[in-house]
């Protein structure tokens, strides 16, 4: 039980390993009870991905470089993460390493079963202790209070066959319940929360690496404008020798419509002119004579 | 002349699109309106000189010889590309190689958070069952976290009621 309740420091570790992920990027946050869940991790997570990618040189005008700004890049030669382990590889060296001689020496195990005993609770060793120095394992000594022995351990027998299985169980659940919350929880979580932590963080990297478009994208748009300038200027060109010619060709057309007019003035004029009154009043008296021979065919 | 004469735009925007987080497709997004933009200011132009029916001129106006020296000055003429006189190209650069140290920070950074995540996935397995570990153990594998004498804490011994923990003065 006592080896168990140890495991709470795994637990705390892993707890204070958010934490200090958390601080990271939020600098201050007084809500503790969020940190415990996973879920919230992944959020805090997602958070300093955004921070940086494809548009972070852009961004950095208009949001503050938070994470950049608290973990200075590169200047750790060694993790906190790294310096753990090499501890526990240390620890592995002494306590499982090649010079630890487990076969004769095996490390001690919090047994599942109690040992063997003696009227249902006495430990055996008890028994085995006087064996070595008297020769016998045990010295009966009967005296006056001897009937109380009978009726103390008659009632601890009874107990023992009637609630012990049951509260026996009930304290192996117990332990089973503090193994799972403090030891094989927080292994899982820590876990879970390394395998996010590499997939978040192969996911940043590769849309850092998406920079490269927008690079080239800019660069593009330098030879793009340029493009758009040229073509403007040889459409200028064009348009210019155009309107010239078709300048002249408007001249030309004018000045020939303009002759016709005056000509056709002229000879309508020169006519009107050449008609005498005489020639003018034969023409009508010509014209009455007509009508009256046609009024009366009608 | 010209280094190279663009008409469409050669960067893959679907694969740059991909790359781009969720919160900054808007980015993306005005970045992308400005390059069809510079698209459609291209295509507003022709490429190349049009040709322009001089014969037809020729038979209309009465002084061919004017449309000849026309057509030779227009079919000569040289129209120099223009050149990026600002040297905005190598100013993007810059830009590009300033940009590049800070992403290579940063993905250093990224790459020491998937190796030191990956150690632990490596090693975690290893640690010692709980009904191996003993006190013993416990302070070799956890020494910032075992009973130190020479580092005591106050009560209750948990790390934000220390003195210098972040939180400490909001408790």
Known sequence: MLCVVRWTTLNEWVKTQQEKHVHKQQGNNADDEDHNHLGNERKERNFLVIIRGVFGTLLKNHTPFRVLAVIPAGSRSKSEVAKQIEQWDKAQQIFYGPERDTKNFPHPVQPVESGKVRLGFIPEEWFQFLYPKTGVTEIWVVDHGFAEVIGFYGAIFVLTKTVGGRLAKWMDDKNDKVIEERYAKPVEKAKAMCQEAVKANEQAIWQEEGQKYLWEAKKEHVALQLEAAYRRRLDQVYKEVKNRLDYHMEVQSVKRRFEQQHMVNWIVKSVKQSITPQQEQENIRSCIATLNSLAKTA | ?171
């Open chain 2, 1 to 171: 002349m010209a280094a190279r004469r663009l008409a469409v735009s050669a960067v893959d925007w679907t694969a740059f699109k991909q790359r781009v987080p969720p919160r900054q497709q808007e980015f993306f997004k005005a970045f992308k309106s400005k390059n069809d933009n510079f698209v459609n200011r291209v295509h507003q132009y022709p490429a190349d000189l049009p040709k322009i029916d001089f014969s037809y001129y020729k038979g209309k106006l009465p002084f061919p010889a004017l449309v000849d020296e026309f057509q030779k000055g227009y079919e000569n003429v040289s129209i120099p590309y223009p050149t990026d006189k600002s040297n905005t190209v190598r100013e993007i650069e810059n830009q590009e190689k300033e940009a590049l140290e800070v992403s290579k920070k940063f993905r250093a950074e990224r790459q020491q958070e998937i190796d030191d995540a990956k150690l632990v996935l490596s090693k975690i397995d290893s640690l010692p069952k709980p009904d191996e570990m003993t006190m013993e153990m416990y302070a070799y594998y956890f020494p910032e976290k075992a009973i130190n004498p020479q580092r005591p804490t106050f009560w209750p011994h948990i790390p934000k009621m220390q003195p210098g923990h972040p939180d400490s003065h909001l408790i």
